[in-house]
């Protein structure tokens, strides 16, 4: 399977768990024999991350008899795990960036449209949380695979700096600023919301444990903040050059 072949957008419910959408893949005929059996080990992965099965005990033969494969079929693929946990996390990482870009009810910058986006993203952190995971950890890390993150992580904080840009020039009534004056508070915002995420879906936190199954609830609170800081006084303030 080629890297875009499972990073469309989200169309529905059924289509939010990455795992399924890779399984789907993986019984598509349309694609090559090796893209469905590389679905296949993704798949698989994905599966035993979502099962709870932490990193570093994820071992090459569990993915294999998940996916129903002889051992080495996995070597033809991937040259060992980490590589494999890697390209199933970057190309995860895609999807749900290419889902949340579809993300367009309302207009541009308005509140119906930073509420649709969120709402999206709490159900795809939600319904992946095994993957969302993986997906900070190895984020973390110092190598290749955490620099490119880092690097598609800034070009995302980008585009919310032109929203946030976009939406104190209306307010205004003049043109936009350059969106890196704007790329700390969306620095600052996001991280907000992942970190939330992270304590509701993947800490668990008993706090919070009113609010585990009302998705919109959660999407209505952190979109109503994300505009507020969006609109407040430190998103007027430029980053130091």
């Not at 469309?8 to 399984?23: I, T």
């Amino acid at each position: 399977m080629t890297p875009d072949a499972a990073s469309r957008p989200a169309a529905g419910p059924d289509d939010l768990a990455y795992a399924a959408v890779l399984r789907a893949a993986a019984g598509d005929a349309t694609l090559r024999k090796t893209e469905r059996t590389r679905a296949r080990l993704l798949a698989s992965l994905a599966g035993q991350l979502m099962d709870g099965v932490e990193r570093g005990e994820l071992r090459v033969a569990g993915v294999t008899a998940g996916a129903g494969l002889a051992h080495g079929t996995f070597y033809r693929y991937f040259p060992d795990i980490r590589a494999a946990t890697e390209a199933l996390v970057e190309e995860f990482a895609g999807f749900v960036r290419t889902g949340l870009a579809g993300a367009r009810d309302g207009q541009t910058g308005s509140r119906e449209r930073v509420r649709g986006a969120t709402l999206l993203y709490v159900r795809l952190f939600r319904a992946n949380a095994g993957l969302m995971r993986c997906l900070i950890a190895l984020g973390r890390e110092s190598d290749a695979f955490s620099r490119a993150y880092q690097r598609l992580n800034r070009e995302w904080n980008l585009r919310m700096a032109a929203a946030i840009a976009r939406r104190r020039a209306a307010a205004a009534g003049g043109l936009p600023q350059p969106a890196e004056h704007f790329l700390p508070a969306a620095y600052a915002l996001g991280g907000m919301v992942d970190e939330f995420l992270t304590q509701l879906y993947l800490r668990h936190d008993p706090a919070l444990a009113a609010l585990h199954d009302d998705e919109a609830a959660v999407a209505e609170l952190l979109a109503e903040l994300w505009c507020l800081g969006a609109d407040g006084v430190a998103a007027l303030r430029p980053a130091a050059p």
